[in-house]
Each structure stands twice: as structure tokens, then as C-alpha cells.
């Protein structure tokens, strides 16, 4: 996806060194802002993720659905840092039908509404300002594709677990190239801290090698393959509850 001058390890904007729009991969499949001009660009972002074989989306939902435990319709999600709506198409691929999506750009916010996939969307940038949402509301929140450097803060983790219910859902998304390493560590360190103060429980942990095409030879996780690999966290919040009798 193209980055837009939110990412503070890419040129921004204004910068002399960067052209108007530049791949990232810092970012990819979330852009935090968005040029107010879109035209014919919405369809080059759409060609992107195409060209790029962005798998993030497809595999989150893939793993909550696996994960959930009941027949997903009726489940109330959160799609935090939702975009385009790219996870939105794919829970409801896979039965959700009670989406709701935030994300800090308007611009982005449009595109998800005019998928017709969501009941609510609105605008809140997190790690900036809470969720707009009480405490323990949803059965599931996502955020994939802006966990990274420059993007949402590990910081965040507390909020996502306020608004998931007791024994909800949690399905989180990070990228392993070279730039985003050091985010990883600090995200995992944040992970592990909440588990070990029983705040939730991991239930899955996915390492994708082929997560994405790379956009330069540096950024490759194995050099030569032309990839970067990527992970899929899956999460409940605890109490979890016994399972069902019969």
C-alpha cells in the first residue's frame, strides 16, 4: 500500500527524496493517512495489495474463524484500523455478519462504507485516543496490518482488551522485515506481559513465511526469496469460560 507521510521511518511527503506516493513496507495494507484526492487512485491501491500478495486479511480471518467456538453470525466485531475493508470482506466470507470498523482517516472510512459490510464505522485513531466503545462490547477485535513501526503503539494492547468481552476474541497482525524488527520485539514483550498478569491467553501463533512480496532486496526476510514473512496472534481474554457440556 502506498504511505502518505504517517510512517516515520519513509520520507514524508514533503520531502524532497520522496515522490508524491511511494510503496512502504512499513505499513502495508494500512494506510493511517490518505491524500483528500483519490480518483483513479483508488484503484492503483487496489492493484497494489494484488501485486504485492498482501495475505494479512485472509489469514486473520481465516485464524478467528477457526479460532471462534460458535457459529460466528450473531458475534459482535471490532475492526480496529480497518482501511478499505479488506478483513471486513473476509469475516464476512466466513459468516460475520456484525462488523464494526474504526480507522484514523476519513478517507479510508469511505472506502470501507461504500462496501456495504459494516454496521457502524468511525473515525478514532488509537494510541492517540480511546476506542469508541464501552467497556467489554465486542466477542472480537482485530487489528491487522498496523502493527508496525510508525503505526499503532504496542502501547494500545490494554485498549483492545477493554472492549472485548470476557472470554472475546483478540486477533493481532505484525510483519518481520528488517525495519520492523525491533517493533516486534517490543510487541511480543507487551504480549507476553499481559498473559503473564492473566489478562488473556494465546491460543494461536502463525509465523507466514511468504506474508507479502517484498518492495526491495533489503527487506527481504530470507535474501533472494522475495518475501517477507509475517505472524498471526490470536488471543482470549480471560476468564476464559469452561467448555460447553455435551
Known amino acids: 500500500m502506498f504511505c502518505v507521510g504517517r510512517c516515520r521511518t519513509c520520507p514524508g511527503p514533503g520531502s524532497r527524496s520522496a515522490p508524491r506516493r511511494h510503496l512502504c513496507q512499513h505499513g502495508t495494507g494500512h494506510v ?13 491501491d487496489t492493484e497494489d495489495v494484488a501485486a504485492l500478495e498482501y495475505r494479512a486479511p485472509y489469514l486473520a480471518a481465516a ?20 482501511g478499505t475493508g479488506l478483513v ?23 472506502l470501507a462504507r461504500s462496501t456495504g459490510l459494516y454496521r457502524r464505522l468511525q473515525r478514532c485513531e488509537l494510541g492517540r485516543e480511546p476506542l469508541p466503545a464501552p467497556a467489554e462490547h465486542y466477542d472480537a477485535v482485530t487489528l491487522v496490518g498496523a502493527l508496525g513501526e510508525g503505526q499503532v503503539p504496542s502501547s494500545a494492547l490494554p485498549e483492545l482488551l477493554r472492549v472485548t468481552r470476557a472470554g472475546g476474541f483478540l486477533c493481532l497482525t505484525t510483519r518481520s522485515n528488517p ?5 516486534r520485539a517490543e510487541l511480543e ?36 526469496s522475495g518475501y517477507i514473512s509475517g505472524v498471526v496472534y490470536i488471543y482470549r481474554k480471560c476468564p476464559v469460560p469452561p467448555p460447553e457440556e455435551g
Open 32 to 44: 493511517l493517512a490518505v491524500a483528500e484526492e483519490r480518483g483513479p487512485e483508488q484503484a492503483e
Open 179 to 183: 525495519s520492523n524488527r525491533r517493533y
Open 63 to 82: 485464524s478467528l474463524a477457526f479460532a471462534f467456538p460458535s457459529p460466528p453470525a450473531e458475534a459482535r466485531v471490532l475492526d480496529v484500523a480497518c
Open 88 to 110: 471486513g470482506l473476509e469475516l464476512h466470507r466466513r459468516g460475520f455478519r456484525r462488523l464494526h470498523g474504526v480507522d484514523g482517516s476519513t478517507g479510508m472510512l469511505e
Open 189 to 224: 514483550a507487551a504480549l507476553q506481559h499481559l498473559e503473564q498478569k492473566g489478562a488473556w491467553q494465546r491460543v494461536l501463533l502463525q509465523e507466514v513465511p511468504r506474508w507479502e512480496r517484498a518492495t526491495s532486496e533489503e527487506e527481504e526476510c530470507v535474501r533472494g
